[in-house]
């Protein structure tokens, strides 16, 4: 399995970005799959998630302004962000969770895609 995520790039303040995460795989096998992101010198943390039946939840710093979804017949995830600001400058990841009972282990990440917001 393979996540490929692709859409980073400079952008200024205010601006809009749409991140794309490609799957190898029919992407209706996973239970959840998410949106995290990496600012230098932190952690990894989710910001935005997709459950497979629609549901949605957002991390408070992008609640409003992101907007998660998928397209299941083009085995892809999108990340729709707006009004972005110096401070979500990140490397951001996509994941997936397959469906039953899984290990972290089992957990699939897509290679990150570098987003800088600046003037």
């Known amino acids: 399995v393979q996540l490929q995520a692709s859409g980073g790039g400079l952008v200024q303040p205010g601006g809009s970005l749409r991140l794309s995460c490609t799957v190898s795989?029919?992407?209706?096998?996973?239970?959840?799959m998410g949106w995290y992101r990496q600012a230098p010198g932190k952690e990894r943390d989710l910001i935005a998630r997709?459950?497979?039946?629609?549901?949605?939840a957002y991390d408070d710093s992008v609640r409003s302004r992101f907007a998660i979804s998928r397209d299941n017949a083009k085995n892809t995830l999108y990340l729709q962000m707006n009004d972005l600001k110096p401070e979500d400058t990140a490397v951001y990841y996509c994941?997936?969770?397959?469906?039953?009972?899984?290990?972290?282990?089992?957990?699939?990440w897509g290679r990150g895609t570098l987003v800088t917001v600046s003037s």
């Open positions: 997709i459950l497979i039946g629609g549901a949605t």
């Open positions: 994941h997936a969770i397959p469906k039953g009972f899984v290990t972290v282990a089992e957990h699939y």
């Open positions: 795989v029919n992407i209706s096998s996973f239970s959840r």
